[in-house]
Structures are given as C-alpha cells and as structure tokens.
C-alpha cells in the first residue's frame, strides 16, 4: 500500500489550497478514506472522511463549511479542498486508508494504529 500526498504549501490567511492523494497497492474504491493533521507541538487530529463510494463524507466542526473532502476512484485519488483558510489550519496533513469501506470520525487524539495506511504527509502553513 502507498500513500503520497501532493498540493501542500504556503497560503495567506482567507486562502485556499487543494491535497491531493495518490494510492496505489489495494483496491481503492473498497476503501473509506481520510485526511489528518499535526500541527506543530500537536496531537494527530482526524479531519475529514469519506467513504468508499464517495456519497458521505463527514468533518471536524472547526473544518465544516471550509473543507471538502472528495475522491475520484477512476484515478485513485483522493481530494481535500480548503478554503478560507486560517493560522490554525497550519500542520502537516496526511491521507490516510481506513480498514473498511465506510470509515468512521475519530476522537481525539488519533493513533497510528487506527488507519491501515499512511501518506509521508504535506506541510500546509498558513500566514496570518
């Protein structure tokens, strides 16, 4: 299984950047999917999920309204879109594989233990 994240980087506060994540090595349309995030000095902090499918997706309310999560089975790809963004988004994010098809929210803090596969992670810093 791998995992590789693309599209992290430096924005603006109000800004907006788009993850994208690339797996290969199972078959990814049988796979809820997931974005989560350290900020510096932090704890691993759950995001986003969606499921296998595509049709439901869930987030971390301070997230909610900002971020879309989306994938694209075709391509093995799996989206997070982030708009409006703020200091406190700034971490390192990464894509993760959930064990089933409809993943679940994750309390905080995340464990490593609780997703099968991670990306090597983005930086996404964010200027006030």
């Known amino acids: 299984v791998h995992l590789e994240e693309f599209g992290g980087g430096l924005v603006q506060s109000g800004g907006s950047l788009q993850l994208s994540c690339v797996a290969s090595?199972?078959?990814?349309?049988?796979?809820?999917m997931a974005w989560v995030r350290q900020a510096p000095g932090g704890a691993l902090e759950w995001i986003s999920v969606?499921?296998?499918?595509?049709?439901?997706?869930d987030y971390i309310d301070s997230v909610k309204g900002r971020f879309t999560i989306s994938r694209d089975n075709s391509k093995n790809t799996v989206y997070l879109q982030m708009n409006s963004l703020k200091p406190e988004d700034t971490a390192v994010y990464y894509c993760?594989?959930?064990?089933?098809?409809?993943?679940?929210?994750?309390?905080?803090?995340?464990?490593?233990?609780?997703?099968?596969?991670w990306g090597q992670g983005t930086q996404v810093t964010v200027q006030g």
């Open positions: 969606i499921d296998s499918t595509g049709e439901m997706t």
């Open positions: 993760v594989k959930d064990f089933d098809r409809l993943g679940v929210i994750r309390i905080w803090p995340v464990r490593k233990d609780q997703y099968d596969a």
């Open positions: 090595g199972f078959t990814f349309g049988d796979y809820a």
